[in-house]
């Protein structure tokens, strides 16, 4: 550094020149001047291999992975997954310089920007950074998760899209508000939408429920029942134009399902949205919110868990003790009576 400085050159040419010199004790020296190699070597591999596989190249062959993969503390499985996103997100490049050109922009805009505003940018963009607030609009079945993504790749394209929820949520240094429409219009014509299934999984005790209503009443007038339905202080909403609620809550009062029902005003014309969808044998799609036709302590078989007794009931979903495997949560469809 010292060196680099007093020339007024980039640290890479500094250590090329003190390389050369006996400035350096004999370890350090062999040491930078295999950095200096290693650097020179990636760079003649810069047209030859996909630059993503040189980045995973790089970060292997220059311990930085290593390093991490050592450390116990907290922030150490957060740094390895940055550098797996920061891979991915490099594939959506053709070339190094073409990633590297975005990354000057992107730097440069940075740069430029003063005092508080607003960044708007997609989930992939997102990686590596990190805001006190962030809003996450649009947590909808067939929009997050992609209707697309479950055709085309199943459990596969389920996870994937569930790992940039993830990304989505933790770039939140302090707030994170989720929200999604009741209904959005698509191709001109009015659909009603039900909240993505991973809404329902995130943690109660980190989650607070802010209700917006309209027309429509709060959000159990959605065809997709959730248990953050109960939570007080009102269950994610919206009204007939599309509008939406977001927030979280971890306390408990009466149902909104059955609540909102009754101050149901007017008929919803809406297209229906899709039913559970199956892939590989596995449900991927949202429940449907209808109420289920077996009551706790009934006795229903699975094809794969046996027998067993329903302990709890929440909408078609059904939290079943199974003699063989313990408790497992199902959905009535996949069951029957023993």
């Known amino acids: 550094h010292a060196h680099g400085r007093a020339r007024g050159i980039p640290l890479y040419f500094a250590a090329k020149e003190i390389i050369e010199t006996e400035e350096l004790g004999p ?13 020179e070597r990636w760079r003649g591999l810069v047209d030859n291999i996909p630059h993503t596989e040189l980045a995973e190249m790089i ?58 505003r607003v960044s708007l940018m997609t989930l992939h963009a997102a990686k590596g950074l990190e805001f006190d607030t962030v809003f996450l609009p649009g947590w909808e079945e067939g929009l997050f998760p992609h209707q697309r993504s479950l055709d085309e790749s199943g459990t596969a394209g389920l996870e994937e899209e569930r790992r940039l929820a993830y990304v989505g949520i933790t770039r939140a240094k302090r707030r994170a508000r989720i929200s999604f429409a009741q209904n959005r219009r698509v191709h001109g014509l009015w659909q009603t939408a039900i909240p993505s299934r ?38 994610f909403g919206g009204d007939g134009s599309g509008g939406a609620a977001g927030g979280f809550s971890n ?38 919110g209808r109420s289920s036709r077996y009551a706790v302590d009934a006795r229903v078989r699975h094809n794969k868990f046996g027998e067993g007794r329903v302990v709890s009931v929440d909408g078609n979903k059904l939290v079943v003790e199974f003699d063989t495997v313990g408790a497992k949560k199902v959905v009535d469809s996949f069951i029957e009576k023993a």
């Open 27 to 39: 370890r350090p020296r062999r040491s930078l001047a295999e950095v200096v190699s290693n650097f």
């Open 251 to 288: 306390s408990y009062d009466t149902p909104g399902w059955q609540r909102a029902q009754k101050n149901w005003s007017r008929p919803n014309t809406a297209k229906p949205s899709r039913g559970p969808q199956t892939i590989d044998g596995e449900l991927v799609a949202s429940s449907t």
């Open 59 to 116: 970060l292997d062959e220059s311990g930085y992975t290593a390093m991490w993969q050592k450390d116990k503390s907290p922030q150490a499985h957060t740094r390895l997954e940055n550098l797996k996103e920061l891979v991915r997100f490099m594939e959506q490049f053709d070339t190094m310089a073409g990633f590297l050109e975005h990354v000057s922009l992107v730097m440069d805009a940075e740069s430029d920007a003063d005092g508080d």
């Open 198 to 235: 991973f809404i329902d999984e995130l943690p109660e005790a980190n989650v607070e429920v802010a209700e917006d209503t309209g027309n429509y009443g709060g959000y159990g007038a959605v065809p997709g029942a959730s248990r953050f339905d109960k939570m007080s202080g009102g269950s």
